[in-house]
């Protein structure tokens, strides 16, 4: 089972080791910045998802606030720091997050320099891609 779960699965497989956060949770911090890396190939199903869902804001940036703002309305923490990982420890996660066997299906390729990145971003807060 891993059709689709691309980047945002193989980002928090090794956070989950790491610093023992649950894999549900990371999955939700993560989200965004996934999001933001993928933008330029889901920005059209983002237009679709944005008039379901009946959003103000059209497309991607539509879809990314409401996110943004879901996870603050439940409580999701923002960034990978508030469950204590570290910018130190990005180079150390980036190989395995490039090593899942989840990776493969981001729709957006992503290499052990995106992976990263996207940890660095993920720990600053830095959501815009």
Request: aromatic content about 6%; overall charge negative; hydrophobic content about 50%.
């Amino acid at each position: 089972f891993q059709k689709g779960l691309g980047a945002m699965h193989a980002l928090s497989h090794p956070v989950s080791v790491a610093v023992g956060s649950h894999h549900g949770l990371t999955n939700a911090i993560v989200m965004p910045y996934v999001m933001a890396w993928n933008e330029e190939v889901i920005a059209e199903k983002c237009d679709v998802l944005a008039r379901a869902l009946s959003l103000a804001e059209p497309g991607f940036r539509g879809v990314q606030a409401w996110i943004l703002g879901l996870r603050e309305a439940i409580g999701i923490p923002h960034t990978l720091a508030d469950v204590g990982v570290t910018a130190a420890m990005a180079p150390e996660l980036a190989p395995d997050a490039a090593a899942d066997p989840t990776a493969p299906t981001n729709p957006q390729p992503v290499a052990v320099d995106g992976f990263r990145t996207l940890y660095e971003r993920a720990v600053s807060g830095a959501v815009g891609g």
